[in-house]
């Protein structure tokens, strides 16, 4: 078995452990309760709905918008901080081996449909997601508000892991709900729809377009400790491993684009060995 | 020293995020965030 081979598959087994542990409390499906224990305290890295029964943790983007949008606090120091610390620590590297949305993105991205590449304009739409649905319009809903509580609207208009993982299982598991499905559902249904068939033909669609904590773990990849290195000694310039890349980045050019996840697929294609990723790389030269 | 200097930012915003998260968890904000997340958020999940 080649390198790239025992690289892929070290990788996925990283990613199904993460998804494990993400929702270890899978037998709370069948009775559509969710996991109530002091786990939730804290924050997944990745993006995984805190409303699903199976969810061990909260979600970062979820509890930004909760904290930030509570009447007792204007703004999450806990969660920024949170959010800070793991973007700093590893940048992208998150979306690429712990994210369980990433992860059920790449499953579905494996049906056999060809796959397109997207405009670099696209790529820009997730910041104005954070921007407004994650940041800006909870505030105005919450500065509106006789109570000063705001409103989760990334969750509530846009997140498609939050249905798919969270909305799906417990409408499945409890029939009650069903008499609670309201005009939003709809639009998250659509939404849920266009990014699951996005998945399918563009790769990890929702990552390049709409994550907000990719967003973030983007905009810190450039001075993250964990770095991807180009040895420019050794690059021809060949562009192999802008080739290799799932995310559209060329390596050789942006060696710590805000779009790299870290997944090695370039390191591994490159014929020269030009490509190394880890802690502290940048430092050696 | 080098790798101190090259690396002065993300220390920097390393310490300050510890120092946040940290502060966050004295004035109370992981209540908030309990209690958000051990109840099923009808609007999170597009059901409200």
């Given at each position: 078995?080649?390198?790239?081979?025992?690289?892929?598959?070290?990788?996925?087994?990283?990613q199904i452990a993460a998804f494990g542990f993400s929702n270890i409390h899978a037998s709370n499906l069948a009775s559509a309760k969710i996991y109530i224990g002091k786990w939730k305290y804290f924050c997944n890295p990745g993006l995984n709905c805190y409303s699903c029964p199976a969810a061990t943790l909260s979600c970062p983007i979820g509890a930004l918008q909760a904290v930030n949008g509570s009447m007792k606090f204007g703004f999450s120091f806990y969660i920024v901080g949170f959010l800070l610390a793991v973007g700093v620590l590893f940048g992208r590297l998150i979306c690429g081996f712990?994210?369980?949305?990433?992860?059920?993105?790449?499953?579905?991205?494996?049906?056999?449909?060809?796959?397109?590449?997207?405009p670099k304009w696209m790529t820009y739409i997730k910041y104005g997601v954070l921007l407004w649905f994650v940041l800006l319009w909870p505030w105005i809903i919450k500065s509106q508000?006789?109570?000063?509580?705001?409103d989760p609207t990334f969750c509530k208009y846009i997140c498609p892991a939050g249905l798919l993982l969270g909305g799906v299982p417990l409408l499945v598991g409890d029939s009650n709900l069903h008499q609670v499905i309201g005009p939003i559902f709809s639009i998250k249904l659509v939404?849920?729809?266009?990014?699951?068939?996005?998945?399918?033909?563009?790769?990890?669609f929702f990552c390049k377009v709409l994550c907000p904590l990719g967003a973030i773990y983007g905009l810190l990849n450039k001075i993250s400790f964990y770095q991807l290195h180009v040895d420019k000694t050794i690059c021809t310039g060949c562009g192999i491993c802008a080739h290799a890349c799932p995310m559209d980045v060329k390596p050789a050019v942006t060696e710590n684009s805000a779009e790299c996840i870290r997944c090695g697929e370039c390191a591994h294609a490159c014929p020269h060995q030009a490509i190394h990723l880890g802690f502290f790389k940048d430092s050696k030269k | 020293m080098n790798f101190l200097r090259k690396k002065a930012i993300s220390i920097l915003v390393l310490i300050l995020s510890i120092l946040g998260m940290i502060y966050g968890c004295s004035r109370g904000e992981l209540s908030v965030v309990l209690g958000k997340a051990v109840t099923v958020c009808l609007e999170c999940i597009g059901l409200g």
């Open positions: 078995m080649n390198n790239l081979k025992i690289s892929r598959i070290k990788r996925k087994l990283i712990i994210c369980p949305f990433g992860l059920v993105q790449e499953l579905i991205g494996k049906i056999p449909l060809p796959k397109f590449h997207l508000n006789l109570f000063g509580i705001g939404i849920l729809i266009t990014v699951l068939i996005g998945c399918m033909i563009v790769i990890r | -």
